[in-house]
């Protein structure tokens, strides 16, 4: 479908972009497609020994995999492509809403070198000029005086490894209208957690996040010229140790789901009593997730709730 011939053609464009670790795994991996022992993990959360090369060419079973690192576990796919605009950046990629104005979801991946001490983007946020130009770019100031933070979805202290790297969170299309009770609150201790993880923990993260959007109507709730104000966000988070990827996620790999409102009142509550399942989140959202997992192994780790 459309889908798989883009697929075909991105491996090439990407490697015009600057070099990622992972397309340097892809091109000097010579095991795609055997399979690979699984690393395991220590009862302490160590990160066990460095596991096999190998690019995510393909999940055990599941869908290909993508060309992009923060694709590696698929491209979250619903039933209408109409209303995915796919977009790859080195440092995350997305599908944009051009009806909703904002991301369909957001997909990134998370490890220790990632973070830095680039500082903080000061100004403001920005219009994304990938955007196709029959698309409406959202501005900073769409959002100004709406009562909403510019919310994140890739977070600003994730990517500092360069301000280049730092700078390209603040484009409009990472950012959806969040209320700053839920953005400074449980949103916040979430991300801290996955912080942990990914750069003290040496674990690698896979996280993919958004709103709830009102699927084929207009959104009931907007700000500026037509952004949406998603009530609920998801996120979820795949943890895996350093060079694994879809055919490394097994039954017993930690999946962590949430679905938070966007409201106010919450800014003091943790992230943990917002966990819920991907199946759920699968069917707020109408996307399949995950989708280059194994799908025995995607329906089990799709099923639990975490502790
Ligand atoms: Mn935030
Ligand atoms: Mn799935």
New binding site residues.
Partial sequence: MFVVALIGGVGALLHACRADRWLDDLATGTDEGKSRPRSTTTATGAPSAPGPKGGPARGGGGKPADASVHLALGIPTDDDPSDDHLMRKPQYALSYNADQNVANWVSWQIDASWFGDAPRHKGKFMTDPELPSGIYRVTHDDYTGSGY?R??MV?SEERTRSPEDNKVTFLMTNILP?YHDL??GP??RL?EHCENLGRKQGKQLFVMAGGILKRGKKATKTIGKGVAVPDTFFKIVVVLDPREGPGDVTESTPVIAVLMPNKEGIMDEGWEKYRTTVDEIERRTGYDFLTAVDEDVQAEIEAKKGD
Wanted: avoid cysteine; hydrophobic fraction near 30%; aromatic fraction near 10%.
């Fill in positions: 933070d919310g994140h977070r969040q953005n400074a949103w916040l991300e």
